[in-house]
């Protein structure tokens, strides 16, 4: 099984700032890395699939980049809906298909 | 669109059957994943089914105790869940993947998700 870790667990921003997330897989997926964005009491939201396309309607705010077992989601600038959490899948191995922690952003 | 329902209390050692009713999309050419979160946790990958219904997978936390399956004349995926213990309360959230005929693990559409209490 794959162990994702995402840093930081938490991550404390103001409005305007540039957020910049990261996923390290235990082994390498390749470019087979996907990111969501959950907000509390909603279902998660696809926002990256393959390392580094954006998903329908996603703002171009949000861009991946990565392969193998190191990769990163950079907001470039925050916008109030940003303040999230954030999780990182790879869709490599499976089954399972295995998630990242999540790593909070939160308004400072 | 997806819609989840069947959620509730149980008591461990118990049974519930989760429906997941879809709409929006060619049903029968998606493979359909449940996925869970217990509170306050992170997201768990719980199983998958192929679009016919054919094949199915499961994460090794469930296998032999829930069994997934689907009705493509309601456009519906079930998961049935026996031997309930405390861990497998979550929300369960049904998802979509994203591309035809495949098992591709990236998932575009969730439903809201219900919410599986598993306590005495």
Redesign the interface.
Known sequence: EIVLTQSPATLSLSPGERATLSCRASQSVSSYLVWYQQKPGQAPRLLIYDASNRATGIPARFSGSGSGTDFTLTISSLEPEDFAVYYCQQRSNWPPWTFGQGTKVEIK | QLLESGGGLVQPGGSLRLSCAASGFTFSSYTM?W?RQAPGK????VS?ISGSGGSA????SVKGRFTFSRDNSKNTVYLQMNSLRAEDTAVY?CAKD?WERT??????I????TMVTVSS
């Not at chain 2, 992170?42 to 990958?45: D, K, P, R, S």
């Not at chain 2, 997978?57 to 090794?60: E, P, S």
């Not at chain 2, 098992?103 to 575009?108: L, M, N, P, V």
Request: avoid cysteine.
């Open positions: 994943s996925v992170g997201l768990e990958w998958a997978y499961y994460a090794d959230y994203m098992f591709s693990g990236a998932f575009d969730w439903g809201q998700g």
